[in-house]
């Protein structure tokens, strides 16, 4: 059971490059979320995911942030035109249902992608 | 609206000494809360959680937290730190897909 796996660990991008962050999820998770961690604070919520389908995406800014987790294959954050501010960590993580009552389904997450904008 | 507010930035400790970190949450809704914890260059991991049931939770490496819902407050507490527990320690709180963290405290352990 490999976990949530993120690759690229780190990304180095220049203004205006395009970013994309790969999350595969736990083997039988059909959830995946993606976090925001800004330097000094914790982590904010930007998109929740199902295969094929955007089910919460209240924490993405409004521009140049997208996110998909197709039938086939990781879920992608693409963030376009990078800026400085987008400097983060972004964590995915992944749960086999929506958090509930009975508390089987807890979040895991993967170790994160930093990424750095120069 | 959910949102956890823990009250140190930055907890300095002598090896074998205990520490407490504080955490306050507000929410409108019966919430599950949890104790999140990230060593360096690492992904988060559960430490604990609170759902239902005994307000006292336990984790496996000492640490404990209690749920205070007239205090709307969640601490974690270890009688004796190692230096193995210098991490940044996360509190955060759901109702339901969405969880809502704390900006941090980061635990230094010093022998």
Same mark, same amino acid.
């Given at each position: 059971?490999?976990?949530?796996?993120?690759?690229?660990?780190?990304?180095?991008?220049?203004r205006?490059?395009?970013?994309?962050?790969r999350?595969?999820?736990?083997?039988?998770?059909?959830?995946?979320?993606?976090?925001?961690?800004?330097?000094e604070?914790?982590?904010?919520?930007?998109?929740?995911?199902?295969?094929?389908?955007?089910?919460d995406e209240?924490?993405?800014?409004?521009?140049?942030?997208?996110?998909?987790?197709?039938?086939?294959?990781?879920?992608?954050?693409?963030?376009?035109?990078?800026?400085?501010?987008?400097?983060?960590?972004?964590?995915?993580?992944s749960s086999?249902?929506?958090?509930s009552?009975?508390?089987?389904?807890?979040?895991t997450?993967?170790?994160?992608?930093?990424l750095?904008?120069? | 609206?959910?949102?956890v507010?823990?009250?140190d930035?930055?907890?300095?400790?002598?090896?074998?000494?205990?520490?407490?970190?504080?955490?306050?949450?507000?929410?409108?809704?019966?919430?599950?809360?949890?104790?999140?914890?990230?060593?360096?260059?690492?992904?988060?991991?559960?430490?604990? @959680?609170?759902?239902?049931?005994?307000?006292?939770?336990?984790?496996i490496?000492?640490?404990e937290?209690?749920?205070n @819902?007239?205090q709307?407050?969640f601490?974690? !507490? @270890?009688?004796?730190?190692?230096?193995?527990d210098?991490?940044?320690?996360?509190?955060?709180?759901?109702n339901?897909? @969405?969880l809502?963290?704390?900006?941090?405290?980061?635990?230094?352990? !010093?022998?």
């Open positions: 059971n490999a976990g949530v796996m993120q690759n690229p660990r780190h990304l180095v991008r220049r205006g490059q395009e970013a994309r962050l999350c595969s999820p736990m083997k039988g998770h059909s959830h995946v979320y993606w976090y925001r961690q800004l330097p604070e914790g982590l904010k919520f930007m998109v929740y995911l199902q295969k094929e389908n955007i089910i209240s924490g993405m800014p409004k521009e140049r942030f997208s996110a998909e987790f197709p039938k086939e294959g990781p879920s992608i954050l693409r963030i376009q035109q990078v800026v400085r501010g987008d400097s983060a960590a972004y964590f995915c993580a086999p249902g929506t958090l009552l009975s508390g089987a389904n807890v979040l997450f993967g170790a994160g992608s930093r750095t904008v120069l | 609206a959910q949102s507010t823990q009250l930035s930055q907890v300095p400790v002598f090896e074998e000494a205990p520490v407490e970190l504080r955490c306050n949450y507000s929410s409108s809704v019966s919430v599950y809360l949890f104790w999140y914890v990230q060593y360096p260059n690492q992904g988060l991991q559960l430490l604990l @959680k609170y759902l239902s049931g005994s307000t006292l939770v336990e984790s490496n000492g640490f937290a209690e749920f @819902k007239s709307t407050s601490h974690l !507490r @270890k009688p004796s730190v190692h230096i193995s210098t991490a940044e320690y996360f509190c955060a709180v759901s339901d897909y @969405k809502s963290f704390g900006a941090g405290t980061t635990v230094t352990v !010093r022998a």
